[in-house]
């Protein structure tokens, strides 16, 4: 089959065009493949847009992995095509006929494929649904041709920087609705929070199968460094200087949390209070999470200090679980850690507001108690110490834990609102508390199912909250 054929099989969705077989083994074995532990039962293209019918091929490949349990998922995945006589070899999915299918974000030529669609806003019908390109006309978009590198490892996304100015976040995982990063983004700026990576523009799929927000671009922060990375190398070389940066980060953060509780006339972010079942709901559905992850608990050593210890973590729950939740529930980032900040000529910068890519959208969407997303930075904490030790051999002072919670603590205080926390230290200390529960939780999961390497971790910091309660 000629590059042209390909295409245009493409073009009227002919899926035996492609090789079904290698792109379900490829889609199943990437790091963003969210369910790794369960058994895929059906793995099916349901929908290809093609963007570029020359050599190479570029489309955009819509794809569905169904469980055994009845689950399904939807993931995003651009391909590109050329013959194999090219003697491409880089993120290869598999060979059709005489010609290669493989990742179209390992290559310069077929990324700018995707990027130049923003430029012109462009809008490509299929039978199935459509797919559409938004540019803000105030940036400038992306060239002809763009200088074309990965942002790193991710987890759940892919990432391309675009001429050192621009960022491509491509969504892999798709679920119906807008996604938060793009809602969150246009929010914050529209209302003055200048600490993040601007929205430049975006793209989504309209049809019978979803409505969903497929990637955005952002403006990218030059000169800037990863805040987990931070936190190790200045723990590896015991240099306490950065604390005094976590106070400024807790002041970003409060300032955050303000303007996301600041806008009374849109039903989407206007601040809500509280219900009386608000707090009841809320231990309810970290007591299943508990019971979720204690049932499918592997027999690995990593994770033997926990064995058999769901109904103590329980009973830490219910010991937490007599606070009256006040405040107000506003929209928060949703998955906030170290790893989701950098700091810049600016100061700090805070990315990724999509939320847990694990949690449905709807979920990520729901309005909270700003209070989880500062559980999510303290447990970042405890977190970063522990890989600095475990991964890098470093010898983390005892006390850098509780130096560098205190500093983020008193600068978020000193910024945010207290009107949307609860009344008292009390009050806000058990339930920071219990959003700490569920990070640690969360946290295991997530490692269990991604980065085994890593179970330790969370292991070690549930482990020191039951020694903790005991105390």
Known sequence: MSASDLARAIARGDASALPADDLASWVTTQRWFSSKLRDVQEFRVVDLIVLASDDPVVAIVIVEARFGSGRHEIYQAPIAVRPRSSGWEEGVIGVSGSHIVYDALCDEAAAAVLAGQFAGATTIERPQG?????????????SAKPAMRTMGAEQSNSSIVLDERLALK?????????????????????HGFTHIAALAGWYGYSGELMDATLGVVQRYVGGARDGWELAVEALVAA??????RLGELGSVTGNMHATLASA??????????????????????????????????????????LAGRGEEVRDHLRSLSHVGVRGLMIRVHGDYHLGQTVYGPDGWVILDFEGEPARPLLERRRKRSPLRDVAGMLRSFAYVASAAALLRGADVPEDWEAEARERFLEGYMAAVDPAILPVGQSAVQKLLAIFELERALYELSYDLNNRPDWVGIPVDCITRLLIRAEG
């Open 170 to 190: 491509v969504f892999r995982r798709i679920q119906p609705g807008i996604n938060p990063e793009l809602e969150m983004l246009r929010f914050l700026a529209a």
């Open 130 to 142: 459509c797919v559409r390109f938004h540019w803000d006309s105030a940036v400038g978009a992306p």
């Open 264 to 305: 009374a006339d849109d039903s989407a972010f206007a601040p809500e209070e509280p219900t009386v079942e608000t707090l009841s709901l809320l231990i309810v559905r970290i007591d299943e999470q508990i019971e979720r992850v204690f049932d499918e608990l592997p027999e690995l050593p990593e994770v033997a200090p």
């Open 239 to 244: 240099d306490r200087s950065f604390l005094g």
